[in-house]
């Protein structure tokens, strides 16, 4: 079984930044795909940036050059730092862990963020 618990989010005006982090529970985490989804209201969630196990990273278009994947093993998190926000940025984001190997697919509660002035 694995636990994820992002935290971070937050109220942040136009052009500013956020970091959010999620920590994992279990022994998997290092072999594991971390990605970052988000969800605005009356949308499908979608894809932000993926993490592989190599840190190979990918990122949605619409944020590339502003926000940076990165995970930390030795803490079981992988983090989001998210600059120059911009009002549609506001969403839910979750965290997620994909570990083909180990049928692993597994979602945090997610973590709110609004961007606005």
């Known amino acids: 079984q694995v636990q994820l618990v992002e935290s971070g989010g937050g109220l942040v005006q136009p052009g500013g930044s956020l970091r959010l982090s999620c920590a994992a529970s279990g022994r998997f985490f290092s072999s594991s795909t971390m990605g970052w989804y988000r969800q605005a209201p009356g949308k499908q969630r979608d894809l932000v940036a993926i993490?592989?196990?190599?840190?190979?990273?990918n990122y949605a278009d619409s944020v590339k050059g502003r926000f940076t994947i990165s995970r930390d093993n030795t803490k079981n998190t992988v983090y989001l730092q998210m600059n120059s926000l911009k009002p549609e940025d506001t969403a839910v984001y979750y965290c997620?862990?994909?570990?083909?190997?180990?049928?692993?697919?597994?979602w945090g509660q997610g973590t709110q963020v609004t961007v606005s002035s």
């Open positions: 993490i592989t196990r190599n840190s190979t990273t």
């Open positions: 997620n862990l994909k570990n083909p190997l180990r049928l692993y697919d597994y």
